[in-house]
């Protein structure tokens, strides 16, 4: 089968971000990502074509595209379980910010004498991944918002006070987390 594409040279940019698991979401105030966003949203069906015969699946959620691909079993549990660990720190997340939504300015520094008092938050921090020595309940939820952020679902935007834009693609987590609940 051939088929012929006339696709922007902003591509192999587009496939390496995606490939590697990472989202564009329209609201980035990070430029080239923001850039790409456009370009996918502009030649969505010629990409989504495209990708399709090299074995990718160009998905596009509430203003953030992103790759699927068919998933063997133990793929998919794999990837439920990395999601899963997201799980205490998002529940940690809508506690202090309960209107949490992509769009969302999420302040840290804010939230850590709460964080300190709370002792169902605090000891809901101390599960979370950290480095060791890290006992305090907001250098855990550091290191969680910047591991969503490394996932392309936050993005710091002001690294001296720790103020996290919530990207479009925080909607992912939020929609796999309600088909969960709704399937229980």
Known sequence: MHANFSLPPQSAEIFDRLSRGLFISRNTPNLPVSDLYQIIFRHFDDYKAYFKIIGFELEKGKDYFYFSKSETRGQTEEKAERLFKYLDGLEILYSLEPD??????????QHEEQLEKNRNLKKKSLKLPGKIGQEKAIDR???????LEKESFML?????Q???LVLDSFQYL?????????NS
């Open 156 to 160: 710091d935007i002001d690294d001296r």
């Open 162 to 164: 720790t103020k996290y």
């Open 174 to 182: 939020v929609d796999f987390f309600t088909k969960i609940d709704q």
């Open 141 to 147: 939820l550091r290191s969680f918002c910047r591991s």
């Open 100 to 109: 949490l939504r992509p769009g969302s300015i999420l302040m840290l520094e």
